[in-house]
């Protein structure tokens, strides 16, 4: 079946512009994380839904950081206001549902560069 | 604070030579043990899951194992395709988030 899907797969956007990236899990997986990785760096995680409300965003660098996922499948990472240090490839994931023994499954990430 | 180091950052093999990535780590309490693959400009891939001291699972020329501090994966006559880096990654008890390591940049040389 269809795997973790992230749009776009690229975003070039200018200091202070508001900026929107998509994720689309795999279908029938209740559990849906954000991660940001930086060149040459692990994966570091930013929040994590289960349905549609958030049960951990404790990785959220500040408030210009915000996410959703309204009817418990899509989900929107938004940022305000952005800075060059934004600049990463930001992942999406799913799992069957939460527990941390299930496999997250990642998409192919979007590359946002903030200039 | 949970915390995983990966070692070495970078190995170059020739192919057919084998060899053991480490991933060393610190936990309050470990849930799982996940292992990935991620190739330049794509996200990580699943490869295992290890849940206790002891276990082992193998694909192909990879197997993964686990103990109380840490956990190798071992790579068998290699090929080039299995030039990537390798990712490690936990999770615990308190939270359902992974907590990586910085990789290994695995290349096999033909």
């Known amino acids: 079946g269809a795997g973790v899907s992230q749009t776009p797969s690229n975003k070039v956007t200018e200091k202070g512009k508001y900026v929107e990236l998509r994720c689309d899990p795999i279908s029938g997986h209740t559990a849906l994380y954000w991660y940001r990785q930086s060149l040459g760096q692990g994966p570091e995680f930013l929040i994590y839904?289960?349905?549609?409300?958030?049960?951990?965003d404790s990785g959220l660098p500040n408030d210009r950081f915000f996410a959703v996922r309204p009817e418990g499948s899509v989900s929107t990472l938004k940022i305000q206001r952005t800075e060059r240090g934004d600049s990463a490839v930001y992942l999406c994931?799913?799992?069957?549902?939460?527990?941390?023994?299930?496999?997250?499954?990642f998409g192919p990430g979007t590359r946002l560069t903030v200039l | 604070e949970d915390q995983v180091t990966q070692s070495p950052e970078a190995l170059r093999l020739q192919e057919g030579e084998s060899s053991s990535l480490n991933c060393s780590y610190t936990v309050s309490g470990l849930r799982g043990l996940f292992w990935y693959r991620q190739d330049p400009g794509k996200g990580p891939e699943f490869l295992f899951t290890l849940y206790s001291a002891g276990e082992e699972k193998e694909k192909e020329r990879l197997k993964a194992t686990l103990t109380k501090k840490e956990s190798f994966l071992h790579i068998t006559a290699p090929k080039p395709e299995d030039s990537a880096t390798y990712l490690c990654a936990l999770t615990n008890f308190g939270n359902e988030k992974l907590t990586f390591g910085t990789g290994t940049r695995l290349t096999i040389i033909p």
């Open positions: 839904f289960q349905g549609t409300g958030a049960a951990d």
């Open positions: 994931a799913s799992s069957l549902t939460s527990g941390g023994y299930h496999t997250q499954y």
